[in-house]
């Protein structure tokens, strides 16, 4: 309602199959699935991305607190390369030449969001000591090389 005239929508979720607080993004999940209810309730005409933001920002004002990558529920059931430049993020289909098949574990342990983004907020933009140096260069080449590498295993084809 902030940037839109809308008159709102009753959203009834008859069948939810991702577990609550267990670090699979669901509220990012019921975010992307409200903006999208109202982006073609009322034909608002926003593009993934713009719902991705609108869900954002509609998250960052809950106690949930998320980051910008929770917002990948957006694309549904598609593998996409996700790269960030502080706010600019730019998207990228994935194309995966087999079936993948993933295993969730509840390993049972805790995750304290907000003190995660703290930390992180910290050590970024400048690193303050050779641990934040680790973090730069993990969530950096370290992170850039690791993902090159899982988009080439995914997309090559086997050989017959």
Do not use: W
């Amino acid at each position: 309602g902030k940037h839109f005239r809308v008159g709102g929508a009753e959203i009834h979720n008859y069948k939810a199959d991702l577990p609550i607080k267990k670090g699979l993004s669901s509220s990012a999940a019921i975010c992307v699935l409200v903006v999208r209810a109202l982006n073609q309730l009322y034909d608002l005409k926003l593009t993934v991305h713009g719902e991705m933001d609108m869900a954002y920002r509609g998250e960052i004002n809950t106690p949930s607190r998320c980051g910008r990558l929770d917002q990948c529920v957006a694309f549904g059931q598609t593998v996409t390369k996700m790269q960030f430049d502080a706010d600019l993020i730019s998207t990228e289909s994935v194309r995966v030449a087999a079936p993948l098949y993933m295993v969730v574990v509840d390993l049972c342990a805790q995750k304290d969001t907000k003190e995660i983004l703290k930390c992180l907020n910290a050590a970024y933009p400048f690193a303050r000591d050779d641990q934040d140096r680790s973090l730069h260069n993990l969530l950096g080449s370290t992170n850039l090389e690791t993902c090159a590498e899982a988009i080439e295993t995914i997309s090559r084809e086997k050989d017959p």
